[in-house]
């Protein structure tokens, strides 16, 4: 049976939105679909999160919060220390700078405190009957995996080292790999135990999910429902999400299959961030996406103009969808 969900933007306009222009928009809304669910952002004022409580409790739906978990927002902000190092040593910078899209380390016993807190927070205003977790992954290493491959960090040695991985070891391999060995790893292509770069993309994947079945499980005491918003599915080892792991501690997922979207989580976006990456080690425009298209099991085009300007096609999105 197929469920429906809204997302309201997190940016608030006062302007624009009203209580009344807000409760109208949902009223007309559940008349063209049966929503299920309403996820609202973070930072709306306390009138506006009113009417969007009472017009799904209304409608028999319920209202979720849409929280990223491993990025500052509202009461958490960050801190330089929590920071995720890539494999050169340092702080892994955000998309453009934006503090909503620098990542912070889930092995960091810090950051598992300051989170579950800001959850707890949350959980407690009584608002919501479900929590929408976004930004549940490492920073996208797409520009340039060799420099932004993370975590490295004292807390990822120590964690790696009490499940058998060197990471010191890892980082070296890494730096030896050429561009089309790493691609042909982050995609999947090459999975064997005894391969360094795979061992450290398994790790990522359980540090991920350690983090989300601590959230998991505060929520769930709380009769608090779980959806995660995650990468497309074959863009997923990148950012160190399993779906299958993750699909155990949540009750539903939404996979960002975003077919023309030039920003974070977007295919072309983090398909061309990628590409350009590999073409600046010699490689051509159409080589590049040949290697990727190989990797990945989508059909690219061969110019990168083309994969910008008209994205990817709908058969992509069929197999992502299976």
């Known amino acids: 049976m197929p469920r429906f969900a809204a997302q309201f933007l997190e940016y608030f306009n006062s302007k624009e939105h009203t209580p009344m222009s807000v ?30 409580a009472s017009e799904t409790a209304r409608n028999g739906a319920q209202l ?53 807190n800001h959850l707890k927070e949350e959980l407690n205003k009584g608002i919501y009957q479900g929590i929408f977790l976004d930004r549940i992954r490492y920073p996208s290493p797409a520009i ?35 561009p089309q060995m790493i691609v042909e790893r982050l995609f999947q292509q090459i999975q064997t135990k005894e391969d360094l770069l795979c061992q450290f993309l398994d790790f990522r994947e359980r540090c991920i999910n350690r983090i989300i079945e601590a959230a998991f499980e505060l929520l769930s005491a709380k009769n608090i429902t779980v959806g995660l918003d995650c990468f497309s599915p ?28 030039l920003g974070p989580a977007g295919i072309p976006f983090e398909l061309l961030n990628l590409a350009k990456w590999m073409s600046e080690s010699g490689l051509s425009e159409s080589g590049a996406l040949k290697i990727i298209s190989n990797s990945s099991g989508f059909l690219l085009p ?21």
């Open 144 to 178: 340039n995996p060799k420099r932004y491959l993370a975590c490295f960090c004292d807390d990822c040695r120590r964690t790696a080292a009490n499940e058998g991985l060197d990471l010191i070891a890892i980082q070296k391999k890494l730096q030896d790999l050429n």
């Open 23 to 52: 409760r109208e928009k949902l009223r007309k809304a559940f008349s063209h679909l049966p929503f299920d669910y309403i996820i609202i952002g973070w930072d709306l004022p306390p009138a506006i999160i009113e009417v969007c």
């Open 64 to 116: 979720y919060r849409w929280h990223p978990l491993l990025t500052g927002i509202g009461t958490l902000h960050q801190k330089s220390e929590w920071a995720t190092i890539g494999s050169e040593g340092k702080p892994i910078a955000g998309h453009n700078g934006l503090t909503e899209f620098t990542f912070i380390c889930p092995n960091r016993p810090a950051v598992k405190e300051a989170v579950l």
């Open 234 to 261: 074959t863009l997923t080892r990148m950012v160190g999400q399993n779906l299958s792991k993750l699909a155990s501690v949540s009750h539903w997922i939404k996979p960002m299959i975003y077919a023309h979207t």
């Open 302 to 322: 061969t110019r990168f103009s083309d994969l910008k300007e008209k994205g990817i096609p709908p058969h992509v999105l069929g197999m992502e969808v299976k």
